[in-house]
């Protein structure tokens, strides 16, 4: 299994350009959720789904959306990229309630972005 | 809303060696959960071992284990015979063990960065 598969793993953009942080599960999780990590204050949570079609906003919403159209694919998209949202992103899921090992969180490898 | 604190920025041990690192937690819930994760400089977000709260019985995963304190709201990892491989930032999590919006959330410390040395 290929888990959680993130792409791209580094990308620069320039303020005011837009783009598509994508993600990727072949387990079948329902669940699944956006993090950024920054220096010193761990991972905050941006948006989450908890199905196909089922989106929600999170901690830091804010200059991002989401689509969840397939359970494999959960798609972070940033609008206008600002300097603020230079970060480094994580994409997770896990399996829903009531299924076994539903405890835990995969991660993907992340992506590093910079917006210069 | 849950808080999870980590007072430890940086701390070293010697390989071979035994090290803890400290967490403490801030809920009003009685059902949740607790978790350990690995960050090595891969970036890659490693769970490391958890902990469900209705259990009073600490998690041992091989060279790690925990030590659980509820009432305290402590939940401190200790790594047993060190190795380099161990090297890494550290994080505690908690997670509801309710499953409706945001409280399925992880929320995070803000990690222990660990240095093994020879």
């Known amino acids: 299994n290929a888990g959680v598969t993130q792409t791209p793993k580094f990308q620069v953009l320039k303020t005011g350009q837009s783009m598509t942080l994508q993600c990727a599960q072949d387990?079948?999780?329902?669940?699944m959720s956006w993090y950024r990590q920054d220096p010193g204050m761990g991972l905050r949570l941006i948006h989450y789904s908890v199905g196909a079609g089922i989106t929600d906003q999170g901690e830091v919403p804010n200059g991002y959306n989401v689509s969840r159209s397939t359970t494999e694919d959960f798609p972070l998209r940033l609008l206008s990229a600002a300097p603020s949202q230079t970060s480094v992103y994580f994409c997770?899921?896990?399996?829903?309630?009531?299924?076994?090992?539903?405890?835990?969180?995969?991660f993907g490898s992340g992506t590093r972005l910079t917006v210069v | 809303a849950q808080t999870v604190t980590q007072s430890q920025p940086e701390m070293s041990v010697q390989e071979a060696e035994t090290v803890t690192l400290s967490c403490t937690y801030d809920?009003?819930?009685?059902?949740?959960?607790l978790f350990w994760y690995k960050q090595p400089p891969s970036r890659q977000m490693i769970l490391v071992i958890r902990q469900e709260a209705y259990k009073q019985q600490n998690a041992t995963e091989n060279r790690f284990s925990v030590n659980f304190q509820k009432a305290a709201k402590s939940f401190s990892l200790k790594i047993s015979d060190s190795q380099l491989g161990d090297a890494a930032m550290y994080f505690c999590a908690y997670r509801s063990a309710r499953n409706t919006g945001t409280a399925s959330k992880l929320t995070f410390g803000t990690g222990t960065r660990l240095q093994v040395t020879l």
């Open positions: 997770a899921s896990r399996r829903k309630p009531g299924q076994l090992a539903n405890y835990g969180y995969t």
């Open positions: 809920t009003s819930e009685s059902d949740y959960y």
């Open positions: 387990m079948n999780h329902e669940y």
